[in-house]
């Protein structure tokens, strides 16, 4: 069974940066898209950026596109959310999910559903 640890969480000011990682243990990753996905106090989790873990191509919500970039070391079976330019609104609890799929194509549309396996979530405060 695949697993995932989230970590990287951290309170840090207006416009700061912070790297969140997500590690797998279990399968090989190859066929698995890793999205991380945000809940802020009071609102709906939203999907922030997915990863096909094959190619490394990567998809970004509007509201960090530009600021955050998904990455994953291949070998390592590390997915990173690096976050930059930090904002309040950027405040959440970040985890990480992981979705088995034969073409490995993300999409930040992609249900929730879609995703097996979730990590427990790494909380990110931004100060303003």
């Known amino acids: 069974q695949l697993q995932l640890v989230t970590s990287g969480g951290d309170l840090v000011r207006f416009g700061g940066s912070l790297t969140l990682s997500c590690a797998a243990s279990g399968f090989a990753m190859e066929n698995y898209v890793i999205g991380w996905f945000r809940q802020a106090p009071g609102k709906e989790r939203e999907a922030v950026s997915c990863i096909n873990y094959r190619n490394g191509s990567g998809s970004y919500a509007e509201s960090v596109k530009g600021r955050f970039t998904i990455s994953r070391d291949y070998r390592k079976k590390i997915v990173y959310l690096q976050m930059r330019a930090l904002k309040p609104e950027d405040t959440a609890l970040y985890s990480c999910?992981?979705?088995?799929?034969?073409?490995?194509?993300?999409?930040?549309?992609?249900?929730?559903?879609?995703?097996?396996?979730w990590g427990p979530g790494t909380q990110v405060t931004v100060s303003s």
């Open positions: 999910a992981a979705s088995w799929r034969s073409e490995p194509l993300c999409a930040l549309d992609d249900s929730e559903g879609s995703y097996d396996e």
